[in-house]
């Protein structure tokens, strides 16, 4: 049997810990990943093959997983992240142009990250707030009832600095 080799990618002793007490266990995987994420704020293609080998399963299966879940990023987040509802009320009332106009607005493909790592925009589904349709998550803070003028005004104070002062939550 081959000798494990230590520290192929940097883990943390939790995240070790973690895969140990999951190893064999039914959907570990997947806890292993979230667990995975929830540490770097996505999920590093070097830790990914760390995590397989860890857990004895192909590449393949890890990259499959990550792949097909939206919630996993295999790319470093944006300093915000900018969600934009394409659920059914959020779309009916100009979602799309609103998501099209953010990423031409910040020269940004959908569910990519800015060239100066400032912001992720990504298109998801219903985030529970169709009353407030068209929205918007804004680092987890919903905006609602947006237009394409209202979301580049909301956006403003993110471009400086940390910006999210809390006021950004419709009502
Ligand atoms: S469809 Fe957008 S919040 Fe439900």
Same mark, same amino acid.
């Given at each position: 049997?081959?000798?494990?080799?230590?520290?192929? +990618?940097?883990?943390?002793?939790?995240?070790?810990?973690?895969?140990?007490?999951?190893?064999?266990?039914? $959907?570990? /995987?997947?806890?292993?990943?979230?667990?995975?994420?929830?540490?770097?704020?996505?999920?590093?293609?070097?830790?990914?093959?760390?995590?397989?080998?860890?857990?004895?399963?192909?590449?393949?299966?890890?990259? &499959?997983?990550?792949?097909?879940?939206?919630?996993?990023? #295999?790319?470093?987040? &944006?300093?915000?992240?900018?969600?934009?509802?394409?659920?059914?009320?959020?779309? /009916?009332?100009?979602?799309?142009?609103?998501?099209?106009? #953010?990423?031409?607005?910040?020269?940004?493909?959908?569910?990519?990250?800015?060239?100066?790592?400032?912001?992720?925009?990504?298109?998801?589904?219903?985030?529970?707030?169709?009353?407030? +349709?068209?929205?918007?998550?804004?680092?987890?803070?919903?905006?609602?009832? /947006?237009?394409?003028?209202?979301?580049?005004?909301?956006?403003?104070?993110?471009?400086?600095?940390? $910006?999210?002062?809390?006021?950004?939550?419709?009502?």
């Amino acid at each position: 049997m081959a000798v494990a080799v230590e520290n192929r +990618a940097e883990l943390s002793q939790g995240l070790a810990d973690f895969i140990e007490q999951w190893r064999g266990k039914p $959907g570990n /995987l997947i806890m292993v990943l979230h667990k995975t994420q929830e540490e770097y704020g996505y999920v590093p293609e070097p830790v990914a093959r760390e995590v397989a080998r860890r857990l004895r399963v192909p590449d393949a299966q890890v990259f &499959g997983v990550l792949t097909f879940y939206n919630y996993f990023n #295999l790319e470093p987040p &944006g300093k915000h992240r900018i969600a934009v509802c394409m659920g059914t009320a959020c779309y /009916l009332k100009g979602a799309g142009s609103i998501l099209e106009d #953010l990423s031409d607005h910040l020269n940004v493909a959908v569910n990519a990250v800015t060239e100066d790592m400032q912001f992720s925009l990504q298109a998801v589904r219903c985030i529970g707030c169709c009353g407030l +349709a068209p929205a918007v998550l804004m680092n987890d803070e919903v905006v609602g009832k /947006l237009s394409i003028e209202k979301m580049r005004e909301t956006l403003e104070p993110y471009k400086d600095g940390d $910006g999210g002062s809390g006021d950004a939550a419709a009502s």
